[in-house]
T-cell receptor, first 112, second 112 residues
Framework: EAQVTQNPRYLITVTGKKLTVTCSQN?????MSWYRQDPGLGLRQIYY???????DKGDVPEGYKVSRKEKRNFPLILESPSPNQTSLYFC???????????FGEGSRLTVL | GQNIDQPTEMTATEGAIVQINCTYQ??????LFWYQQHAGEAPTFLSY????GLEEKGRFSSFLSRSKGYSYLLLKELQMKDSASYLC?????????????FGTGTRLKVLA
């Protein structure tokens, strides 16, 4: 089954404790991206990647890092989480031609 | 700048027809997408327009006018399960690749 898998789905953590949200897709998509969704602000792009070892900043990259060492995986790293990073995070991928984004189920992160 | 506008909320009755409008101002255009998102879930793809005109897919249709920066999503024969948020998104070229810019979403309530 074609899917994008994110982990963890839910996480409560404390300020400053490094965490990683994993994202994996099994569709051999080249393009992957991370979004955060906040009430009244919609989906905002954090980082995206066109292919292995090719990543670029989206609209709200501050406080986040990513890596793309393998085509299927695109982890999101919060080196020192802060309360303003409390949000619902989505990973998505696309083959690029049709452009339809396939989303993971979301990761709800709370930073205390 | 990049801007996508859509109404925050709409209400309609089961069995009726509803039109959700979206206007956009982006630097470049490479397609317009509509996604459905139920509360707490991931967005799912509904439709894609890259050329002017109407695309029909069952009870859902989407229209695009590139010269006006305007799109709408038309939902016919509304069902209770159509109660969800509807996200308008534009794919725009950037730095040799593309990015997806989302509107804040329209929350549709379908009443019995």
């Amino acid at each position: 089954e074609a899917q994008v898998t994110q982990n963890p789905r839910y996480l409560i953590t404390v300020t400053g404790k490094k965490l990683t949200v994993t994202c994996s897709q099994n569709m051999n998509h080249e393009y992957m991206s991370w979004y955060r969704q906040d009430p009244g602000l919609g989906l905002r792009q954090i980082y995206y990647s066109m292919n292995v070892e090719v990543t670029d900043k989206g609209d709200v990259p501050e406080g986040y890092k990513v890596s793309r060492k393998e085509k299927r995986n695109f982890p999101l790293i919060l080196e020192s989480p802060s309360p303003n990073q409390t949000s619902l995070y989505f990973c998505a991928s696309t083959e690029g031609v049709s452009g339809e984004l396939f989303f993971g189920e979301g990761s709800r992160l709370t930073v205390l | 700048g990049q801007n996508i506008d859509q109404p925050t909320e709409m209400t309609a009755t089961e069995g009726a027809i509803v039109q959700i409008n979206c206007t956009y101002q982006t630097s470049g255009f490479n397609g317009l997408f509509w996604y459905q998102q139920h509360a707490g879930e991931a967005p799912t793809f509904l439709s894609y327009n890259v050329l002017d005109g109407l695309e029909e897919k069952g009870r859902f249709s989407s229209f695009l006018s590139r010269s006006k920066g305007y799109s709408y999503l038309l939902l016919k024969e509304l069902q209770m399960k159509d109660s969800a948020s509807y996200l308008c998104a534009v794919r725009a070229p950037t730095s040799g690749t593309y990015k997806y810019i989302f509107g804040t979403g329209t929350r549709l309530k379908v009443l019995a």
